[in-house]
């Protein structure tokens, strides 16, 4: 079983708090919009890191990381990117990748909208963590853990920062 802590939108805002409540993770996963190479470096000093480049992402990130990142996790086929829609409403760049890849969880931000939902229509639990940062309108920083055991993600977590 994995315990990942997954984030997204951080804008180059740090917070000591993403390192309180993803102590005991196994990964982080950062959905893009990280603003700062310094972010990646805090967060892995937790624990290792998986992310994707944003649309706000410089060159020195998007040498780093791709737009999409694909790969399995126990027994659990993941999917990440940064402007991925959601069930319904999936991003065109995305949207033909997903129904023919089918993962079982796809993780994305851009929105700053926290929204956990399943589509039932491909079998696949989607995750935006909405927007652990301070640039944008939303009122509330948000984090998301779960659990990965084989192929089953439970024990999900919604994380309120409050300043």
Same mark, same amino acid.
């Given at each position: 079983?994995?315990?990942?802590? /997954?984030? *997204? ?6 917070? $000591? ?5 993803? #102590?005991? +993770?196994?990964? !982080?996963?950062?959905?893009?919009? /990280?603003? *700062? ?6 967060? $892995? ?5 998986? #992310?994707? +480049?944003?649309? !706000? ?107």
């Amino acid at each position: 079983m994995k315990r990942i802590g /997954i984030i *997204s939108d951080t804008h180059s805002w740090w917070d $000591e708090k993403y390192a309180h409540h993803f #102590a005991g +993770c196994d990964e !982080i996963w950062h959905a893009g919009d /990280i603003g *700062s190479p310094l972010i990646i470096k805090h967060l $892995e000093n937790i624990c290792p890191v998986r #992310a994707v +480049c944003g649309n !706000i992402d410089g060159n020195d990130l998007k040498l780093r990381f791709n737009r999409i990142l694909r790969f399995k996790i126990e027994e659990c086929n993941v999917m990440i990117t940064h402007i991925g829609g959601y069930p319904g409403k999936y991003a065109p760049e995305i949207r033909a990748y997903i129904y023919n890849e089918k993962p079982d969880l796809f993780v994305a931000g851009h929105s700053h909208i926290l929204k956990v939902m399943y589509d039932k229509s491909i079998d696949c639990l989607h995750v935006n963590p909405g927007a652990a940062g301070k640039q944008g309108w939303q009122h509330v920083r948000t984090l998301i853990k779960l659990s990965i055991d084989g192929k089953q993600i439970k024990d999900l977590e919604i994380i309120e920062l409050h300043d």
